[in-house]
């Protein structure tokens, strides 16, 4: 019979603030660096399926808190997802991937819907699908997401792009010069030590579901690719 090699799967959640490159709005010439190292891994087999944050546009919670309803302000979060989405198709389809988005939130002008099985078929076919929206739901955050749609389209690791931090460390680095990076990490031990780099219904719903995990740092060049070809860098967190 014939020896058949499981594709590598993945999903990449890359946080919106990155996208921001600091600022309200989308700086394109970030988000043309990370969807040219996208580019590299796709261009080597690597199957990929993106979640995009928000968090340069509007966050709920902020909002919330200056006085907004949440779930609406939630609602505006989930929007934020969407331009970043668009932003990051733009510069993939330029950097000769092809792509599509997929949003929680119908709106089919800019992109198909959600559908797990046409996403799944896009990824088979060499298509980065991008997931915007979040989950179309409230209270939920980006990094939740990343593991559900990881899950329910098959992927073998979620990876989790951050900005600021290349992994997650004891305590917080930005607060604590004391704080070291950890290589490998629990689920339970980071709910517990509530290491919150990552949300903690993102990590308990990958123990629950014994999904792989690797946080890592985006700022330096090349570590997208790095990450998304299987490389050991930042922090693994298991069951
Ligand atoms: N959001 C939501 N439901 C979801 C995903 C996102 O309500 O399923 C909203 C929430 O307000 C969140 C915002 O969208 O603050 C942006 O997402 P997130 O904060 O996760 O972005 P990131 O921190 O990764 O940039």
Do not use: W
């Amino acid at each position: 019979p014939l020896t058949q090699t499981t594709p590598r799967r993945v999903l990449l959640k890359l946080s919106g603030e990155a996208f921001g490159g600091g600022t309200i709005g989308v700086a394109p010439n970030v988000v043309r660096r990370i969807a040219e190292e996208i580019a590299v891994a796709v261009d080597r087999g690597v199957q990929v399926a993106i979640v995009v944050g928000g968090g340069n546009f509007f966050r709920g919670a902020e909002l919330a808190n200056n006085g907004m309803d949440r779930a609406r302000a939630d609602y505006m979060g989930m929007l934020g997802t969407v331009m970043n989405c668009l932003a990051l198709q733009d510069f993939l389809e330029q950097s000769g991937v092809t792509t599509r988005v997929q949003t929680a939130i119908a709106m089919g002008q800019v992109a198909e819907a959600y559908i797990p099985l046409r996403a799944i078929r896009h990824l088979e076919k060499g298509r980065v699908v991008i997931f915007g929206a979040g989950a179309g739901m409230p209270y939920f955050s980006t990094d939740t997401v990343a593991v559900q749609r990881l899950l329910e389209t098959g992927g073998q690791e979620v990876l989790m792009a951050k900005n600021g931090v290349d992994g997650v460390y004891t305590a917080d680095p930005h607060k604590d010069a004391t704080a070291t990076k950890i290589d490998v990490l629990g689920y339970n031990e980071a709910l517990v030590k509530g290491l919150n780099v990552v949300d903690s219904t993102a990590f308990s719903l990958c123990r629950d579901n014994d999904v792989r995990m690797r946080v890592f740092g985006m700022d330096a060049p090349g570590n997208v690719t790095r990450a998304l070809l299987g490389e050991e860098i930042g922090t693994l967190v298991v069951a």
